[in-house]
């Protein structure tokens, strides 16, 4: 059975990042934009990284701009405003397409994992995945869900077994 854990991803300073470094984590995959009305949420997504990193929880944005080109930057851009505007420290990867042809490998298996409105296209930027220890697609939560509603269900997560 596929797991995000079999995948890989470039890191924004351009290393190849394998996802399995992350097994026995809970992981939120978030496709993130700089200039979108949800970008605000990047600082939600920095508290929740912070509040739980400590006991096995990280997460993961993937810069994109196929949603009213809200990510017109660079890799090195997009980091260093993330950096400086909301302090962010949680990873950050190489921009990718979620939808279409051209998506991420990652964002395929997790919209086939969990469907959303428009079947298993992504909406909008902000879309986020909760993904369990064992790699596996927990729950989808829509570009409006505020990060901090999200905090019961990591917590949840974190308290559940490794399943191996």
Not at 53 to 73: I, K, N
Not at 127 to 155: C, H, N, S
């Amino acid at each position: 059975m596929t797991t995000l854990h079999d995948f890989s991803a470039r890191g924004i300073d351009g290393s190849d990042v394998d996802l399995a470094a992350y097994s026995g984590q809970v992981v939120l995959v978030v496709n993130t934009a700089s200039q979108c009305g949800f970008t605000p949420q990047y600082q939600g997504l920095q508290a929740l990284h912070d509040r739980f990193a400590g006991r096995g929880f990280a997460v993961l944005g993937f810069p994109c701009d196929q949603f009213g080109g809200q990510e017109p930057g660079t890799d090195e851009e997009i980091s260093g405003f993330c950096e400086r505007t909301f302090g962010v420290t949680f990873p950050l990867f190489s921009k990718v397409e979620v939808n279409g042809a051209g998506a991420h490998p990652v964002f395929g298996y997790l919209r086939r994992e969990k469907g959303g409105l428009l079947g298993d296209r992504i909406k909008w930027n902000f879309t986020k995945f909760l993904v369990g220890r064992d790699g596996r697609v927990i729950e989808r939560y829509a570009p409006t869900t505020k990060p901090e509603r999200i905090a019961a269900d990591v917590e949840a997560a974190l308290g559940a077994e490794v399943q191996g």
